[in-house]
């Protein structure tokens, strides 16, 4: 089998990543991080609510869930 010779790099001096410009996949990469930290912090929030439902039932909620 024959081997492809490898792609020259962009005029910025970054390599491609597949078919794709580096700058698309920075931002995929950044989207995805940013989604994972919205729901980490989701998750916190919601288990903090749980938390507070336990210790002190009733009352007003500042988060409905």
Same mark, same amino acid.
């Given at each position: 089998? !024959?081997?492809? #010779?490898?792609?020259?790099?962009? !005029?910025? *001096?970054?390599?491609?990543? =597949?078919? @794709?410009?580096?700058?698309l996949?920075? +931002?995929a990469?950044?989207?995805? &991080?940013?989604a *994972?930290? +919205?729901? =980490?912090? @989701?998750?916190?929030?919601?288990? $903090? &609510?749980? +938390?507070e &439902?336990?210790?002190? #039932? $009733? =009352?007003?909620e500042?988060? &409905?869930?």
């Amino acid at each position: 089998m !024959k081997r492809v #010779p490898p792609r020259p790099p962009l !005029k910025s *001096g970054l390599d491609t990543v =597949g078919p @794709f410009h580096p700058y698309l996949v920075y +931002a995929a990469v950044l989207l995805l &991080d940013l989604a *994972g930290l +919205a729901l =980490g912090i @989701f998750l916190l929030i919601w288990v $903090g &609510d749980l +938390a507070e &439902d336990l210790i002190w #039932p $009733g =009352g007003t909620e500042w988060v &409905d869930f």
